[in-house]
């Protein structure tokens, strides 16, 4: 019987909404930029204010996707090494989600490390968090942070600023030629040169 979580099933969302929003928030830290840019965010307000409910939802299925995607990929690497993503990744991820009160309140990290688990286990962090009702305000925002965080922790395994966002955008291209596959089944292939030389 298929589990209420998989992934094949799952609404893939607003994947370019969300990974726009990762994205300039990458950029920003890479910047050494404590705030957000002014025009990355007047763009991001705009795209927000655009959305009625339905693009919310699709904006939030698509960080989800994010997430699942991330976390496939870091999975498959940190198997390479014999070692498991969930004991490697996310108590960092909680560490560091914790060292951010302002944007992040403790009420939403569990939720955040339990969708994190969820997407290293092979399950949808979409349905995964369905069953507990409608998000909350604090958990769209952390849902962001743990996306971000994500995405900078692949991007310091390979030694490249841009990878998570190149990766992302390789699989949605391969999903555009291939019928039939979904952005998240695309995930985590072809890893490129050096994909795991930072895993220890």
Known sequence: MPSPCDPRYAPVGDVDGALMVIDSRLKAVHDGRTGTDTEQQQLFDQLVASLDLKGVRDLLDGAC?????????LRRVHEEHDRDVIEYVVPSLVATLRMMPRSVSPEAIPTMAGMAIAAGTGLS???????YGDWTQEEMTALEATALLLAEHINRITGDADFATRL?????NRADREPGAGAAEAAGEGFG????????
Do not use: Y
Not at 65 to 73: A, D, E, N
């Open 65 to 73: 996707t994010l997430v699942f995607m991330f976390m496939k990929w």
């Open 125 to 131: 962090p979409n349905f995964w968090r369905r069953q």
């Open 168 to 172: 992302i955008g390789d699989a949605l």
């Open 193 to 200: 040169p050096g994909w795991g030389e930072g895993v220890e």
